[in-house]
């Protein structure tokens, strides 16, 4: 502790530090292409939009110009790089606009903030439960490896990953809904009951369970194979580190080994992967969320291209990317706290 | 090029030796046979015959009808060539965007390396769902191949990654050093050096990306996203907007250009995990 390095250089190198700049600079990028996307491609939405509003409402081009302005939170006039200051500093204010077609009038943040909870709630449930088993079975395989078990269950879960989530839905919905009648299809629409109150009644948390299971399944599937084959190749590598024969040399009980040695080590790599998945997973909702007429966000994603309403569309691009960041900052924090390793970084390793 | 034709027939010997890749090898041939060559042989169906709606497998109707009354198994035969098209386009060039990313990043390493490494780490951060949807529905994605470079260049991230530490490990071998204390230069280095000796490891890549490609062109379609033909994404999604689902004798409608997509992917997937096992299971623990 004697020679510690000058503050500045400390803080340039202080691993919390980094990745508050990293997260920031990546909001910044998805909320400059919100922007290009909506103002600055060649197939002008703004335009569209207009006529979208003359069409629809019977009003001048003057006064449908001055309402798509106000809707987007733009000023439609001013000089582009003016445009987007004004962009920023709406956002900064928490304010993305309103929706034009699906509720008119009403704020953007408000309507994705209503319906975010059901995404978050469905995808993070489905996503914690396929992590948990995938982390088993790829242990499990990878203990067991080169056996006919092993094969199997690393054959299976590639072909079940391969299958694209929309045919999965379907597939779910014919053969659980149609053709063996195990679940009732009204179980397979709708994110809960009509009728049934929201709190904390066992009616309201078991309605909102049965409702989720069979998207919460597609979601399961989908991502299922993929932890099992990452767990797996990770534990096979920590299997055959040094530490691992040290610790059976030393006699400890398998069960010690297991998990303090090797599965935390060999899960090291796959949390920083789940952080990674909820983006993707989020983006996949969208499918799912329409067939099954899940109230989510990705639902409302559908509803707004179908409406093409703009705000609402830019809206979600924006939130689900903080929410997706967000994620991932826990899950860096996390992987800080089961690899005490990196806590020191930016020292004398790398 | 002869010696590169010489190693394509090593590698077909080689295939016949795993059954379930050969397997994953025939039926891909076969679904490339039919979507590119069924098509000239087989005319299309172009009238709707309003009496032979939704007619069940029978003699007459091999695969049923759909709601239209065109025969499934000639919209089959017809809606192959678009998606594999687009999957192998896409793999190829996210593929090449990946390995001549993760390439030179290896490669130049130091502040370049850093740099490149962090633009790739904030493109995999990025919710590339949702953003892919949003700006499929902006683009006008008009043909095969805009849809691909567009597919390609949210693929590419992950596997530039992966070839980056691919080239790391190989950079370090005799050969590797012996050709740069010759000065080759960087570019004979990777492409005559280095790349001959990924070439499985990229093929495999390839595939993966291809298999990746099929699963993002089936939800931007069927969320009505890419204004295509009568491809297999189309025709599921419209057989299940006209709820086939629930009429036992529609069914097939859906079924059948599912059965394509999944055939598809578990012809590739199939494949390339036998070309992993044969070449390299030491891949199998990497990245």
Redesign the interface.
């Known amino acids: 502790m004697s020679q510690r390095k000058p503050l500045a250089e400390r803080i340039l190198k202080s691993y919390i530090l980094q990745t508050i700049a ?1 997260k920031t ?2 909001i910044w ?2 909320v400059t ?2 922007f290009v ?2 103002r600055g ?1 060649p ?1 002008n ?1 703004v335009d569209i939009m207009v006529m979208n509003l003359m069409d629809s409402q019977g009003i001048s081009e003057e006064e449908a110009r001055t309402r798509a302005a106000s809707l987007l939170r733009l000023d439609l006039d001013a000089p582009l790089h003016e445009q987007y200051l004004d962009f920023l500093g709406n956002l900064l204010r928490g304010d993305l606009g309103d929706s034009y077609v699906l509720a008119r009038g009403k704020a953007v943040a408000e309507i994705v903030f209503q319906r975010l909870p059901w995404t978050l709630f469905s995808v993070g449930t489905s996503l914690l439960l396929s992590f948990t088993i995938g982390m088993f079975l790829g242990m499990l395989a990878a203990y067991r490896r080169g056996s006919w078990f092993d094969q199997l269950l ?2 299976l879960s ?2 079940i990953g ?6 999965w839905a ?2 779910l ?2 053969l659980l809904g ?1 053709v063996w009648k195990v679940v009732p299809l009204n179980l397979m629409r709708g994110s809960v009951s009509p009728g049934v109150k929201a709190g904390f009644s066992l009616e309201f948390i078991g309605d909102v369970l049965k409702h989720w299971f069979v998207p919460g399944m597609v979601y399961v599937l989908t991502t299922l194979g993929g932890w099992m084959l990452a767990m797996r ?1 990770s534990t ?2 920590v299997l055959g580190e040094d530490y691992v024969t040290v610790a059976r040399a030393r006699g400890l009980p398998d069960l010690r080994i297991i998990t303090a040695y090797v599965g935390r080590n060999a899960s090291l ?1 796959l949390v920083t992967a789940l952080a ?1 998945s909820i ?9 799912i969320e ?1 067939i099954f007429v899940y109230q989510g966000v990705g639902l409302l ?2 509803q707004a ?2 409406k093409r309403d703009y705000p609402v ?2 809206g ?2 924006l939130v ?2 903080i ?3 967000l994620s ?1 900052a826990i899950a860096d924090l996390l992987y800080g706290w089961l690899d005490p390793r990196i806590r020191i970084r930016g020292g004398e390793e790398s | 090029m002869t010696n590169f034709l010489r190693e394509t027939l090593k590698t077909l010997k080689l295939i016949t030796y795993n059954k ?1 890749g050969f397997l994953g090898f025939l039926i891909l041939l076969a679904l490339i046979v039919i979507s590119y060559l069924g098509p000239s042989v087989v005319p299309p169906e172009s009238r709707a015959d309003t009496k032979q709606i939704y007619q069940p497998p029978s003699w007459e109707h091999p695969l049923g009808t759909d709601f239209q009354g065109r025969e499934n198994w000639v919209l089959f035969v017809h809606g192959g060539a678009e998606v594999i098209s687009v999957a192998f386009l896409a793999g190829l060039m996210t593929t090449l965007i990946a390995v001549v990313v993760g390439a030179f990043s290896a490669f130049l390493g130091g502040r370049a390396d850093e740099l490149i490494m ?1 633009v790739t ?2 493109w ?12 499929a ?4 994605l008009k043909d095969v191949w805009a849809l691909a470079l567009f597919l390609a260049v949210f693929g590419w991230p992950s596997l530039a990654r992966q070839v980056r530490s691919q080239f790391l490990s190989l950079k370090k071998r005799e050969y590797v050093e012996a050709a740069q204390l010759l000065h080759l230069g960087t570019p004979h280095i990777i492409f005559r050096e280095m790349l001959p000796n990924m070439m499985t490891y990229i093929l495999i890549a390839l595939i993966e990306s291809m ?1 990746g490609a ?2 993002s062109q ?2 931007l379609v ?4 890419v204004p295509f033909g009568n491809n297999w994404g189309v025709l ?1 999604s419209l057989a ?1 907007a006209k709820n086939a ?2 009429n036992p004798n529609a ?1 097939y409608s ?1 079924l059948v250009p ?1 059965g394509g ?2 055939l598809l ?2 012809s ?3 494949f390339s ?1 036998s070309l992993e096992e044969i070449f390299n299971p030491r891949l ?4």
Do not use: E
């Open positions: 990293k600079f990546i990028v998805v292409l919100s996307i909506v491609l197939g939405p690393t054959n590639a072909m391969a299958v694209p989530n929309t045919l379907i597939i919905v014919l149609v190749s096979v590598s790599p990674i983006g993707f997973l989020l983006g996949g909702s969208t499918v329409f994603m559908s291209i179908a569309m830019q979600i691009l689900t990317t929410t997706v960041i991932t | 379930v962090t780490d904030v995999l951060a990025l919710p590339r769902g949702i953003l892919l949807i949003v700006t529905f902006f683009i006008s298999t099929i699963y089936t939800y069927f969320l009505g996203l599921f299940y689902i629930y069914m859906l599912m997509i999944v992917q578990l590739l997937i199939m995990r199998r623990t990497g990245v």
